[in-house]
């Protein structure tokens, strides 16, 4: 229990760190790295590089002690952490060096202003809220150990079958090395591959949505290339993944985690609302759906720039067919003259308001989305403009966590 002087001393200083944020994370990861390089094993270092991470922890870590005295109100949030950190392989004993080296980065950037007081205080709260994470972490640990055919940490799998959807995704059929089974999944979940790439010093972990239904004897990912331009550099290990995996391949893979996910035990109508690769857990929830619940009605809506990058488009032309609750919509923002010729696709432009109550009977429905920042943003000013509550629109952000809202 901390004494009410610490929770005074932690929420008065909630904010002097937030004005420093960026400046104590920044310098906390140079320190923490320096320290322990074998957390580059698991650290994504593209986000380190583009800053992403450094705010995604800083607005955790304030979050959570601006509510240090009922963390129970932010555990929806620790949760979507939690997962992640499962996915990874984030263990009790990497709790207290980050502790410990965030503690120094605050000390460093903010001087003399952080006295013996602030700084105890805030290694008591960082130390409670450091045990919430790891029992969340420990109950998901148990939980996807124990699920049928479950495991703890990574298990090897074998590329079975590797696809190519379009231009730029690709699908990768895996399976368990040893034979085993596989644990059934909620669509809309992910998993995360440790990859050794030939020339870096470090693996690489990175989260991919199950791309297909739950109850097939593999697990399927649909892995976007990322080419890189202007200020984004190449994705490494997508590169790595179509260019140089092929089937055969072994890759290590954590269990199915994440909390965006299709509730199936509702007969609500459900909208799934696609831009590019973050079609990848619409198709799962899509294919779910088609298979498990005949009654249900569904609207599939996929955006992408014109033919050449759409992928899977058969296959929800298959499933959609194959159930009559069911309709799909194709949106390019940059048809080809072919597209235009065969009149491919439903609308050019974007998804907005108008369109979309001119395609949806009414917005009583389930709305899921997941893409491209831009393209979320423009579903999500209008999906409120249209009156749908705040509990019936679910999303997910490829990469850190991000808001929608500015
Ligand atoms: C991701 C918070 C402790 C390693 C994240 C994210 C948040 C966060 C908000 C982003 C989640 C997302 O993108 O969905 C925290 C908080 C912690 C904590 C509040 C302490 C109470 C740790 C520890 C480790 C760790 C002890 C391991 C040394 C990671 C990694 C990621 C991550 C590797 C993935 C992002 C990346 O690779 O850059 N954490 N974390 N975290 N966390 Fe933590």
């Known amino acids: 229990m901390l004494s009410q002087q610490t929770i005074d001393i932690i929420k008065s200083t909630v904010p002097v760190l937030e004005m420093h944020g960026k400046a104590i994370t920044t310098r906390f990861y140079q320190i923490l790295f320096a320290k322990h390089p074998e957390l580059l094993h698991i650290f994504n270092h593209a986000n380190q590089k583009q800053g992403r991470q450094q705010t995604a922890l800083a607005n955790a870590v304030y979050a959570a002690a601006a509510h240090i005295d009922n963390l129970e109100a932010i555990l929806p949030a620790v949760k979507q952490i939690a997962y992640k950190h499962r996915s990874l392989g984030i263990k009790p004993e990497h709790y207290p060096i980050v502790g410990e080296n965030l503690l120094a980065a605050i000390k460093d950037v903010l001087g003399d202003a952080a006295t013996k007081e602030i700084i105890n205080a805030w290694a008591e709260a960082y ?3 450091a045990d919430a994470f790891i029992s969340v972490e420990e109950g998901m640990y148990r939980e996807a150990e124990e699920a049928e055919g479950g495991w ?3 298990r090897p799998f074998e590329v079975v079958q590797k696809v190519k959807e379009s231009e730029v995704i690709t699908s990768f059929y895996l ?3 040893d034979g085993g089974k596989l644990p059934s999944f909620l669509p809309g979940q992910y998993i995360s591959v440790k ?3 030939p020339g870096q010093a470090y693996t690489h972990i990175r989260q991919y ?3 297909d239904r739950p109850g097939k004897e593999y697990y399927r990912i649909s892995v976007k290339r990322e080419d890189g331009a202007g200020e984004t550099p190449a994705g490494i290990v997508s ?6 995996v092929k089937e055969g391949d072994i890759l290590p893979i954590s269990a199915p985690a994440g909390d965006f996910t299709l509730d199936m035990t509702k007969e609500t109508p459900v909208v799934l609302l696609s831009g590019g690769v973050g079609l990848t857990p619409m198709m799962s929830m899509l294919q779910a759906i088609v298979e498990c619940q005949p009654n249900r009605r569904v609207t599939f809506i996929h955006a992408a720039r014109n033919s050449l990058t759409h992928a899977m488009r058969e296959q929800v032309t298959a499933a959609v067919s194959g159930h009559p609750q069911s309709v799909s919509y194709v949106v390019y923002s940059e048809p080809t003259e072919a597209d235009r010729t065969h009149g491919s696709y439903d609308r050019e432009g974007f998804i907005d308001l108008p369109w979309l109550q001119s395609v949806l009977p009414d917005q009583h429905a389930e709305f899921y989305f997941c893409g491209p920042v831009p393209f979320m943003k423009g579903v999500y000013r209008a999906l409120r403009e249209w009156g ?6 679910h999303f997910e952000f490829f ?3 991000g808001s929608l809202v500015e």
Do not use: A, C, N, W
């Open 239 to 244: 590169q790595y993944l179509h260019e140089q």
């Open 195 to 197: 990859m050794t790439i």
């Open 175 to 177: 399976k368990p090395l």
């Open 388 to 393: 749908v509550p705040e509990e019936r629109i």
């Open 209 to 211: 949505s199950l791309s």
């Open 399 to 401: 990469g850190p966590m």
């Open 152 to 154: 703890r940490d990574f």
């Open 127 to 129: 130390g409670v809220i």
